[in-house]
């Protein structure tokens, strides 16, 4: 985004189109000029770069080009005050001595100077360049980090496309995909919006809660920073009316999409790439994120798989942008964290949530944030209140009760009747593997299961023969090393076999710690 | 029936009812009735008279809120007509008084009769100081502030018209009453958005200088209420106010910048004069500007008459001036103004004199206006954000080294000397002016308006106030993005 005093746009026809710069030797060389003088600049005062980009303008280039494109290169400079003391204090400390001495005449002055710095303890020289050290053009450029001008220039194009949307009344877009991150974003500026399906995917509307009554551009900043997650995905296309004041309040209309411009923008993960360190900044530590850490810390050992920012859900004209997703067996939960909100709201969300068949979600709202004093909506199961944070109690509940209600479902739906076995030894991962249903499921299914000719060990059936055959087996060696070995040669895994041996009746005398020296015995065999 | 529910979203009211209510449309995108924040009262006042259902009315989300009382502060005679008529109006409308006139103590004494959350809009973040200072006295209160990186809501908050504007979607609700300073400032499109975003009832402006130049004041009476007081500064002057003498200095260039000067503006007039293009308004001149845009040589000519004005504006001779008016006023407390900052710093640097520019922090601010008031600093060098509000009642002598043709800056300059105090027996504000260049009109402009034999020695008269209708000058360089 650039100030709106640099927007070039031409208009045509009734239409406005961003004055776009394309990747050509001419524009190449003019960046290039532009990141060297700032390369250049390094070490010196930011006044000295700035005379150099006047020398640029002055060649005859475009000043709004140059400009432009020096503002998003200043994003990626780190400007200091080059001075060891502070420069207020010592102003301060000399304008209180100047109006006393009512200095007036350039030898009176340079004397107030010399009795300050007397006073303070520094050299005159060092005084007079403190003293206005921290003003624009006496600042230092301590940092650059530079980018190739290819991709300023696209990166230009996209922020001129941000700043003509900055007097846009409203926007129409489709996207191939990123609809997440789009939405996400639509929501963080607080726009409004509505959904269309149409043909291959759906049109969505952006503008605000006051458009309704007027021609207003005061969302479009709002909608510019969506701009550039639009462009991320891999097809899109934008339709917007711009008001153009200067020209009494017209309104154009610009359209593009990504094959008119292609290779011109840079897309959102690009820029994001891009970005200086210091643009890219630390994540804060939201609601949403102590939440994930302290459900995977607590509870990650019930095996949900935890997703954060899933696909959105389309329900009707308006789609639901969840924060999580729980998934196990098939299963999917959301949960959406609500900040700001008023009963309508949520009770909206609920409507559209009833809209789509078969999803399970879970709200969260900040009882804090409540915007309204309006009673809060009693009896909804799926609203879950919290202050400061999002409760995980509530939530791990619901996920079980749904995990165990699913689980009888799926089981119930097993019929026992029709499990034939057939080898020697069959698991339950085989079996749930056959039926496409969860372990889970399948042996809540088996509880009770016992088919004849088989025996069951932990989650085995083994045919009477086999046990046979490995009993006499068994009865011959004394280790237990070697007795598990022996189970594990008839396709028993490791940690089933020890149950092959309580099942055979076998106990381990432990005698020491080593499993070397572990033998097995029969108590039955002996008492009988 | 099924009761009527409503509530505020980002600027504007909900309804949810069976019928419609009045100035609301039907909004597909949300599935209920929607209108304009400001007419909150009237919509509640309509329900209430219609009795149709039960109104659950979720609105108003007012912070906590101690009973507002000033401690000591009395009005004056014509402050209490001021409060009491716009009482009487409704507490809605605008108050007319000249600066110095003591706007401050009407509105905290308006908010004490309201006595509900207020908000308070100012447009520097010098005015958000002084009125957060004032309230914080006066009412015994912590007060609020959104601007500057601030942003505290109290029961009582103070605000910059762009944070107001900015945020006016989550602040709207939570105000009984909302005060205007500097109410002129209100009816840009964009500020505009700030009153018909906010729900409260009571509303007042406060100014001096009412009306404007493009009418937009016209606006004002649906925004918040029309002029409810109103008085001159001749109703004043004396006996609440300083009285003053404007005097204009003419100052010759030095004879390199004659040339420069020459050098330049003759570019810029044969292009004009090639190009058959007039400038006799402030339109002509937008569209000149609108010109260089397309035209190379109508920017070349742009920018050689910005260099001649900046030569006019920043003549070493008026550098040379000024340090005799230093030098002959030694006892006086001086405001010096110019049109853009490099002069500022320049002046700073030559006479080691404190600044005040729109990017010298909050802490420096304070500290330079503290020290000046005390008598630490015998002067500050400003550019444009010391024109309006601040108080520094101290100061009786102001310079201008350069400015706009607009004769609501010139009202606002000579405003910050008219304050009466101890030992000030009289203002006086000189212009400086560089002689044979543009900048005699751009003087002549900026009084005009004024009663005749201002131009010397006028005690009493107040420019731009007989007119009513400020100028406002070309756009300078400003616009046209010269650094």
Redesign the interface.
Known sequence: MLPS??LRAKIAGGKIRPAYVNVDPETVALAERIIGAFREGRGRKKGEL?ERL?EVENE?ND??LV?GMSALLERRCVFEVDSATNP?AA??A??????KA?????DE?KA??RSVSAKLGVSLESLEKT??SD??DELITRDFEPLSAELLIRQYNLSLTQTLLFKSLRVEFSASGNWKNIFREVKRQ?L???VEKQDAGYRVSLD???S??KF?E?YGTSIAKVLPQIVTSEKWSVKAEILA??RGGRVYAFETNNKEVEGLLLSGAEERVHASGKQAGAFDSTVEERFARSFLVSYGSLGWALRREPEPLVAG?HVLIPDFSFEKHALKVYLEVVGFW???YLQ?KLSKLKSIEGVDMIIAADESLA????ERLKGKAEVIYYKKDVPLKPIVEHLKERESSILREQADRIEKDSIILSGDVVSLEDLARERDASLESISLALQDFRPGGYARAGNLFISEEKLKEMDEKLSKVEKLTEALAIIESSGVREEEASKVLDVLGYISVWEGMEIDKVRISKPSLRSN | MQPT?L??????I?V?SEAKVPYS?W??????F???AFYYSEIVEFLNKSDLSAI?D?VE?LPPCPELKCRSVEMRAYQRRALGSWDKAGRRGVIVLPTGAGKTVIGMKAIELVNQPAIVIVPTLDLLEQWRRRVQEELGIEVGAYGGGENVIKAVTVCTYDSAYLRA?ELG?RFGLLIFDEVHHLPA??FR?IA??FTAPCRMGLTATYERDDMLHLELPRLIGGVVYRLKPEDLAGRYLSDYTIERVNVELTSEEKEEYRKNYSVFANYLEKNRIWLRSPLDF?RFI?RT?RD?QA?QALLARNRAISIAFNSQAKVDRL?EI??SH?EDRILIFTQHNDLV?RI???????FITH?TNK??RY?VLK?FREG????IVTSKVLDEGIDVPEASLGVIVSGTGSSREFVQRLGRLLRKSEGKERARLIELVSSETSETRTSSRRRRGGKSGTQKQATGAFPGEESGAPEEDYPTDD?V?Q?
């Open positions: 005093n640099l700035l006047k005859g000043f709004k400009r207020m102003r301060m000399v304008f209180e001595k100047a109006s009512k200095a007036t005449s350039v002055t107030v100077l003293l206005f003003l624009e607080g409004i919006y509505s605000g809660p006051l309704l009554f207003t005061r004041r200067s004209t008023t009963p309508e909206r915007c309204s004093r309006l | 529910y509530s505020y979203d980002k600027g504007s909900l949810r449309v909004d597909v995108r949300v599935g209920a929607r209108a304009p659950k979720g989300d979607g609700n499109e964009s958005q018909e975003m937008q609108m845009s190379p920017r340090e230093l030098r030694p710093y700073s640097r030559r006479f080691l004199l404190p990017t802490d420096e500290e020290g630490k600093f015998r002067a616009q993005g650094r």
